[in-house]
């Protein structure tokens, strides 16, 4: 099933809808992405499909990728009430952390025990890795606008005024930024020659979320070798082992700051290479994308043990009924 391009639209996602409506009408088990899209077309699938067929007319589905932050207001009781009714299909979620195996349930209202671990991976390409490494340069780079406190980077390039501050987003656009801050957003290939060129990554993502983010920019990071800093989130530390292969810190400027000096200082640059150095060796080993598919086909292997066995049930029911008895 094709995907959307990276510069979709409206329109886009709405033939995506369809597509996907469409293609798993008669199947029994099926994938979908939770989180592609502005508005998820996959996932609203499930959900039309959980609120328009019965039980047994339903496909088993497994969700995967980024689950959902909830909105305030009605919004997020709409959010809530879709996610419901997709629940009814979804037999199983891969989510990105193992926090939301407890944290997603609570969160949606939806039955406990579907939600299960699949380590996220690092996304550069063999073309990426290939290109010689440039000469680490003088600035700390963040990126992506996933979920961002930037308005904490932003203190925190105020507290280092020495330290030139690199951000690739379109979150910061009318801001007023001091001025050893730069930010905009940038393509794909700048996004990663920029990644390539710091000396230092930072990953500040907002506190107390009902989801975990930013997997993507710091396991790339770390797979580069970077000295890299992300707040202490959800999902972090099933991707990063404190202190070995990055930096975990509280989403505060003065901890981000003193994490960032760190890395700067001469004194420590033994320590930070041998972090660089053993986050480069850990994603490359344990975060690939073949691994996150052999974790996804477990899941999916597990499901289709469920429906097996709901399938089993059913025709037991059937057999055990009394009009079946009569006529045997």
Not at 171 to 186: D, F, I, K, R, S
Request: charged share 20%; aromatic share 8%.
């Amino acid at each position: 099933m094709s995907a959307l391009p990276r510069d979709h639209r409206i329109g886009d996602e709405l033939r995506q809808f369809l597509r996907v409506w469409w293609r798993i009408r008669n199947e029994q088990l099926v994938l979908l992405d939770s989180s592609t899209g502005r508005f998820q077309p996959d996932f609203l699938v499930a959900a039309v499909i959980g609120l328009t067929r019965t039980s047994g007319r339903r496909p088993a589905v497994v969700m995967f990728g980024d689950m959902w932050q909830p909105d305030p207001g009605v919004r997020g009781r709409v959010q809530r009430l879709l996610v419901r009714a997709a629940d009814r299909t979804v037999v199983r979620y891969a989510a990105l952390s193992t926090d939301e195996i407890d944290v997603f349930p609570e969160t949606w209202g939806v039955g406990k025990g579907k939600v299960r671990f699949t380590p996220y991976f690092a996304t550069l390409t063999d073309a990426d890795l290939s290109e010689a490494s440039p000469v680490p340069g003088d600035y700390v780079f963040a990126g992506g606008n996933s979920h961002r406190d930037y308005a904490t980077l932003l203190e925190t390039a105020r507290l280092l005024p020495e330290r030139r501050f690199v951000i690739a987003t379109s979150l910061l656009e009318g801001h007023a930024l001091p001025p050893n801050v730069t930010a905009a957003p940038v393509s794909h290939q700048e996004f990663v020659r920029l990644l390539r060129g710091a000396h230092t990554v930072v990953v500040p993502i907002v506190t107390a979320l009902r989801r975990s983010t930013g997997h993507q920019t710091y396991l790339n990071a770390m797979l580069l070798g970077k000295p890299t800093i992300v707040t202490d989130a959800l999902g972090v530390r099933d991707h990063v082992r404190a202190g070995e292969t990055a930096l975990v810190v509280p989403g505060a400027a003065a901890a981000y700051a003193d994490a960032v000096a760190w890395t700067f200082d001469p004194v420590n640059a033994d320590s930070v290479a041998a972090i660089g150095a053993a986050a480069a060796r850990d994603v490359a080993t344990r975060f690939t994308f073949e691994d996150h598919v052999r974790a996804l086909l477990g899941v999916i292997d597990e499901a289709a043990d469920v429906c097996l066995s709901g399938a089993s049930a059913l025709r037991n029911s059937h057999s055990d009924s009394p009009q079946r008895q009569e006529s045997s």
